[in-house]
């Protein structure tokens, strides 16, 4: 299949997997929730959609949507992040608000959602989701052995990846998961809302 016919289809499939839209709104939000694999990234971004009128998309779900044994290299992962990327135009093209649920390691990463953001005049909010480490090895090893978990991100891939995060430069809200997160996820939930 030629790539562009490839990127066109794997944008209807992440749209599809999706369900039903919420109503349009004259000036939707784009949240994206960062952090290294374990800190509550998932559970946070569930939080949000509770909350809000908001569509989710997770890096990880839209990798195996794409790719039934992912093997996570360079070339897969541009894939994986082209369609996500232009799911999320097409999202606020049509006025619906959406939660990216990705590690964004690195500002190189997370840009493209800034300027997605700008060039739809969407509402962002960047979250930094973070733990203490002995709460992420214990969260990452207990969910290696669950059935429904989407994410190979093992203790070995968050200690090679801690060294490399980068602050995030935007403003943004950091938030310990940790600790109790419903006044942070209603704060953010008031920001997505408010027009």
Known sequence: MPTKDRRATDVDRVLQSLGALPAPRSRPALVLVAGLPGTGKSQFSRELTK???AVILVSDAVRRLLFERPLYSWLESSRVFAALHRAVEKLLEAGVSCIVDATSLAEAYRRPLYDIADKWGAKLIVVEVTAPEEVVVARLSKRASSPDNLSDA????YERMRPNWEPISREHVVVDTSKRTDEAAD???RGMESE
Do not use: E, G, L, S
């Open 51 to 53: 909350r809000t009128n």
């Open 154 to 157: 093992d203790v070995a891939v």
């Open 187 to 189: 704060a953010i939930a």
